[in-house]
């Protein structure tokens, strides 16, 4: 690349900005196709949870999961709590079984960053708010690690 001195370039699914002969991204590149398998992924889990329907969980999940939870103790502090693919599995079969939850409870999923083969996600529900690592398994993107909080206090 010796020699440019400024230009575009896609390269691994990013548009790059050429500048003075170095690369600095310019921003996401993804395809729509890509960023729709993200968002069904984190949609499969967050209903998988709400409507019963662990199936979803086995489908969007990959069995290496890695979780790890943050919650509000009565002191005030927090404790965490990590939970595996198994464990994720046996709450959705059960976390709503009673029909606590209310139909309209929150699932806004937003997608961060989608790279050929990575990507990351964000989902506010009922419960909190997760942040996700993807990965494209097999052409399929499956939620690999999650890290999520109770809701942070209002002022």
């Known amino acids: 690349m010796k020699g440019l001195s400024s230009g575009l370039l896609v390269l691994a699914g990013l548009v790059v900005l050429l500048v003075g002969g170095s690369l600095a991204e310019a921003g996401p590149a993804w395809s729509a196709t890509d960023e ?85 996600a964000k989902l506010v529900a009922d419960w909190g708010v997760d942040y996700f690592h993807l990965a494209r398994i097999d052409g399929r993107w499956q939620i690999m690690n999650v890290i999520w909080q109770t809701p942070p206090r209002q002022p």
């Open 36 to 120: 729709e398998g993200v968002r069904e992924a984190v949609l499969d889990y967050v209903e998988g949870i709400y409507d019963v329907e662990p199936d979803r969980i086995e489908r969007s999940v990959h069995p290496t999961l890695r979780k790890v939870g943050y919650m509000r103790q009565q002191d005030g502090s927090w404790g965490s709590t990590p939970m595996t693919y198994q464990q994720l599995h046996t709450l959705a079969s059960r976390w709503n079984a009673d029909g606590h939850l209310a139909a309209d409870a929150p699932k806004q999923i937003d997608v961060l960053d989608v790279l050929d083969q990575t990507a990351s």
